[in-house]
């Protein structure tokens, strides 16, 4: 892998991961742009005790652009786009309407590939495995800027999760203090292992699900299951056989094994629903909308959370479509939104079940 940083014209990092080691990238943004005003601001809800970020200047993002407009897209053909280069491997730059800055974090856009219509799940290992190299080289970046308490790899697909750019790409968030669901993890962590005498929590899910029916795929160094506790209809957990804390720790035999691994999971997703019933076009359900996310261990010392240290957090990555049934969504409504308490159609031994139905060949 080579890496190659620059500026954009308004000041803004973005880096190439190249691999070819030969590749040369002195492509100058051209672009005549300002540079960029965020007004982000964290404000923490004293009943909750979570934190919201405020951020108005995202109100005016770029919204469903057609194709030949797309920001992700190599600058050709004399169209100037958010990457000054005619073609790359994979890019991340910071984001021109993040969520996050400065004191409040930041946010980065990670584009898998510049081919525009294609997705992560069309990726050969080779280019599946450079985008882990890239999303591990800016988890340690990140982790070096004073205000990051921890960082969050991940992709949403499909416009009914509310994205508003077609090209396959993902973010990156690096937050300003522990998020909520890391918090709750970090709890059960402390009190399992205090009611134990000192078992890891992560490790005992992961032995019970490995012994159950709930197991979609297993690999050497990697296994993915659906929950027993499963919130969403199709949701998959794939962890790493060895703990670690963060996608940095993981070892080369494990990021070998990886592409093969999530490339797969990927491409059952999208084929666990089909076409509906007299649907005519082969495209008709697909691609699976889906949210990726990789959870990884807050930085720094974790106060709060009695005997617990990074080392005892588990690296994993939670798979999950929205989708229920062929042309059904999954709507947060009144319990899972008010209440924070899901109600999930679809049994977890059910979706194990189909997803190893749907198994490559």
Not at 166 to 175: D, E, F, L
Not at 189 to 206: I, M, P, Q, S, Y
């Amino acid at each position: 892998m080579k890496k190659t940083s620059t500026r954009l014209a308004d000041g803004r990092e973005l880096v190439y991961y190249d691999l070819r080691d030969d590749t040369v990238r002195d492509a100058v943004d051209r672009r005549p742009l300002e540079p960029t005003v965020t007004a982000s601001e964290i404000r923490r809800d004293p009943l909750l005790g979570d934190s919201v970020a405020v951020a108005s200047h995202r109100q005016g993002r770029t919204y469903h652009p057609p194709a030949d407009e797309c920001p992700l897209c190599p600058s050709r053909d004399g169209r100037l786009s958010e990457i000054p280069d005619s073609t790359y491997d994979v890019v991340v730059f910071e984001n021109r309407f993040p969520s996050l800055a400065g004191d409040s974090g930041r946010c980065e856009v990670v584009c898998f590939t510049s081919d525009h219509d294609a997705s992560f799940a069309s990726l050969t290992d080779e280019q599946a495995r450079l985008v882990l190299e890239a999303w591990t080289d800016r988890t340690a970046e990140l982790s070096h800027l004073p205000s990051v308490k921890q960082v969050f790899c991940f992709e949403n697909r499909g416009a009914e999760i509310g994205v508003t750019l077609g090209h396959p790409h993902g973010q990156i968030y690096a937050y300003p203090f522990i998020t909520p669901r890391t918090a709750l993890m970090l709890r059960s962590l402390a009190g399992h292992k205090a009611a134990t005498g000192g078992e890891n929590l992560f490790d005992a899910v992961l032995a019970r699900e490995l012994a159950g029916d709930r197991v979609v795929l297993e690999s050497e160094h990697w296994a993915a299951f659906v929950p027993f506790a499963a919130h969403w209809p199709y949701e998959v957990h794939l962890y790493p056989k060895r703990r670690v804390p963060d996608l940095l720790a993981l070892d080369e035999a494990a990021r070998t094994e990886f592409p093969q691994v999530y490339l797969e999971l990927l491409r059952r997703f999208d084929r666990i629903f089909g076409r509906p019933e007299g649907e005519k076009n082969p495209e008709a359900e697909a691609p699976t909308p889906y949210i990726a996310a990789w959870h990884q261990a807050p930085f720094g010392d974790l106060p709060g959370y009695d005997g617990v240290t990074r080392d005892d957090f588990a690296l994993h990555l939670e798979l999950f479509t929205i989708r229920r049934t062929s042309g059904k969504l999954k709507f947060l409504a009144g319990s899972e939104s008010g209440m924070n308490v899901f109600i999930n159609d679809v049994p977890p031994e059910r979706a194990a079940e189909r997803l190893r139905e749907v198994a490559s060949s």
